[in-house]
């Protein structure tokens, strides 16, 4: 994985120096520049206090993510999933930016420790909540915090999820458990991506990282499947590969003709119930001290709609991106007179 394949992949003349491939990638996606710098640090460029600082920014977020996890997953059960998963499969001195943390809960009740916890040992200033599924519900949880320089850098994200794969809402369906060999399981949510993308630049570096991992084709294939992911997996390597050679996935490739047509004749006929479960979103009212004892969110019903009462905060959800002020302002209504009626 060297400096060469950077300039290959953002069009960048090498002789136009590694300046213009800085700038480039900064104009390309907001993580793409930290592997940069990672990368022309490793070959000696030359690179001054603000570049250095730049970039120990980045490894000291990678570092952070890290350690969270480990936290979060002794403590809580919820473990990592996709980027740091990958960022190990990259050369120790070439950083995979970390632009945010991956995490599966395996009920709702970890889900709820794990972001009780963060929320009183970090500086949390947004909770994004939604829920979506039948039959179980599922839970998606997503918290940011100011970076150390919140004007430059991204802040950070953690984003925790009852279900490790959410589908697309329609054809493909949620995938509640990622079970599968660590590089495989990376192949997985790598594709997965591509049901709500384009593939990126970053993705063909992931991929040249898992490039010289042992896959077994026919085993591969099946729990890429599996997952029903061919046709993106498929997709994934074809644009991987514009840009670099394979390795042992390009076996994996030639398998999985056979089933992205089976999964295409798949979607092609949805079942009776697509649409069922579609997401509904957390609109924000307002942050609660953490509510003891609580294990899972509780959705109570009012004249305006539905309310979402977490252990850290309360949320109307809606299905909608616009809510008028009326329904919001009844929410908050709704909310003072619970509190008034306990106290």
Not at 47 to 55: D, S, T, V, Y
Not at 156 to 171: H, N, P, Q
Not at 274 to 291: S, Y
Request: proline share 8%.
């Amino acid at each position: 994985m060297t400096t060469d394949l950077l300039y290959r992949l953002l069009d960048v003349d090498p002789d136009s120096g590694p300046a213009e491939l800085l700038h480039r990638a900064r104009g390309t996606h907001y993580q793409l520049p930290y592997l940069v710098l990672s990368a022309l640090a490793r070959d000696g460029a030359r690179m001054g206090e603000p570049a250095r600082a730049e970039l120990q920014r980045a490894q000291e977020r990678s570092r952070r993510y890290a350690d969270l996890a480990a936290d979060l997953a002794a403590a809580t059960g919820v473990r990592a999933i996709k980027g740091l998963q990958l960022a190990a499969r990259y050369p120790a001195d070439l950083l995979r930016p970390q632009g945010d943390l991956d995490l599966v809960a395996p009920d709702e009740a970890a889900l709820w420790r794990a972001v009780t916890r963060i929320a009183e040992q970090h500086p949390v200033e947004n909770i994004d909540v939604t829920v979506f599924g039948v039959e179980p519900r599922h839970t998606m949880v997503v918290m940011f915090w100011p970076a150390e320089d919140p004007l430059v850098d991204p802040w950070f994200k953690v984003e925790i999820c009852t279900a490790a794969l959410t589908g697309d809402f329609g054809c493909v369906p949620v995938r509640p458990v990622l079970h599968a060999p660590d590089h495989v399981e990376c192949l997985i949510a790598l594709a997965e991506e591509g049901l709500q993308r384009p593939f990126r630049h970053r993705d063909v570096l992931d991929v040249r990282a898992l490039s010289t991992a042992e896959f077994d084709p026919a085993d591969t294939v099946a729990a890429v499947a599996a997952y029903r992911l061919a046709p993106e997996a498929a997709d994934l390597l074809d644009f991987a590969a514009r840009y670099t050679p394979l390795g042992a996935l390009a076996a994996v490739r030639a398998a999985l003709e056979p089933e992205v047509t089976a999964e295409q004749c798949r979607r092609d006929r949805p079942p009776a119930t697509i649409g069922a479960g579609r997401p509904e979103h957390g609109l924000f009212l307002r942050r609660v001290p953490v509510r003891p004892g609580w294990d899972s969110a509780r959705v109570r019903s009012f004249g305006g709609g539905r309310l979402l009462l977490t252990p850290v905060a309360d949320y109307l959800l809606t299905d909608r991106e616009v809510v008028s002020r009326a329904r919001y302002d009844a929410a908050l209504a709704e909310l003072d007179r619970d509190d008034r009626s306990r106290s």
